[in-house]
């Protein structure tokens, strides 16, 4: 099979296609015959040495990636959940090693949840570890509710267009911030308010907030506590950049929290129901092949990416 091989921690370059084994499957998972995967930052800052690259270093070989959708072609012995020729898709050993860029993947059954027929793969593929980002650091520590003031932070990057969509479902009022050429996109996605964050301070744009995901860090961290309600919460994302998020919330009398995503098939089964009923879509900027992944390395890592973008082993 084809498949993503990391030689050592650096640049693009250093992601190089190989033919490989297809894996042996173990009893709780499937093997799937990959159609798309997901590009992510934290693909990225592993690749580069950072990130998970440290845990996973000492794998040979090394496949990158943790987002697939595809087709089922053998279930393990212990796996009722899904058989042959089921499409599937998830974020799959996060944080551990997902080997998401090769034609087949070996993929804990639990990890991953049924594609919804009317989604095309790429836009599974897209709505596995952003979505599942979203969904759980907007539940992780709250419940929303309709009328709340939700303020989401790169709002039209891959986890920040599923959390305005998610937010804007759950009847919260939404205010998204992103540069001034993706205004309209930010607001075609649900959010109320498109906050420019070249246009000005964040305190001289919005107040009153009760909750805030913060998919940036450092000072965003900061301006974000000026905007909040007493009591209000703010779950932090980039970790490197979120660590005093907890004492300095304290201090103003709030609530902060650094989050990590998860594996989880049962809440995948949720995005995917919300996918299916068009509650949340996926929006995919680029699509690149294996051939080309370095590129697709290139671009997620400019930090300007609107929306997903994905790759295919054809």
Same mark, same amino acid.
């Given at each position: ?20 084994? &297809? ?102 593929? @897209? ?14 520590? *709250? ?6 003031? &939700? ?7 891959? =986890? ?13 009022? =939404?205010?998204? *911030? ?28 919005? @107040? ?35 660590? @005093? ?15 990590? =995503? ?47 973008? &994905?790759?295919?082993?054809?």
């Amino acid at each position: 099979m084809k498949a993503i091989v990391l030689k050592e921690a650096g640049g693009p370059e250093n992601l190089v296609l190989e033919e490989l084994p &297809v894996p042996a499957v173990g009893p709780e998972e499937v093997l799937v015959a990959v159609q798309s995967v997901s590009i992510n930052p934290i693909d990225a800052k592993t690749r580069s040495g950072k990130g998970l690259y440290p845990v996973l270093k000492y794998e040979d070989p090394l496949i990158p990636g943790w987002d697939i959708s595809g087709r089922v072609v053998e279930a393990g012995s212990k796996v009722s959940a899904f058989k042959k020729d089921d499409e599937v898709f998830g974020m799959i050993n996060f944080p551990g090693h997902g080997k998401a860029y090769a034609e087949y993947v070996a993929a804990p059954a639990a990890h991953l949840t049924g594609k919804p027929a009317n989604i095309s793969h790429h836009e599974a593929a @897209a709505a596995s570890l952003a979505a599942l980002t979203a969904w759980q650091s907007l539940h992780a520590f *709250t419940t929303l509710k309709k009328g709340q003031r &939700v303020l989401i932070h790169a709002a039209a990057g891959g =986890v920040g267009h599923f959390a305005v969509q998610i937010a804007r479902r759950a009847g919260a009022w =939404v205010a998204g *911030t992103a540069s001034t050429a993706n205004r309209g996109f930010v607001l075609e996605t649900g959010a109320h308010q498109f906050i420019d964050y070249t246009a000005g301070t964040l305190e001289d744009q919005i @107040a009153d907030i009760d909750i805030v995901l913060d998919t940036i860090g450092g000072d965003t961290i900061d301006h974000s506590l000026k905007v909040m309600k007493k009591g209000a919460i703010i779950v932090s994302i980039p970790s490197g950049r979120n660590e @005093a998020v907890a004492r300095k919330a304290e201090a103003a009398g709030m609530l902060g929290h650094t989050f990590k =995503v998860q594996s989880d098939g049962k809440d995948m089964k949720i995005l995917a129901s919300l996918l299916e009923q068009g509650m949340i879509r996926s929006h995919i900027s680029r699509i690149y092949d294996f051939a080309h992944i370095a590129a697709a390395h290139a671009q997620i890592e400019t930090g300007h990416t609107v929306g997903k973008i &994905v790759a295919t082993p054809a």
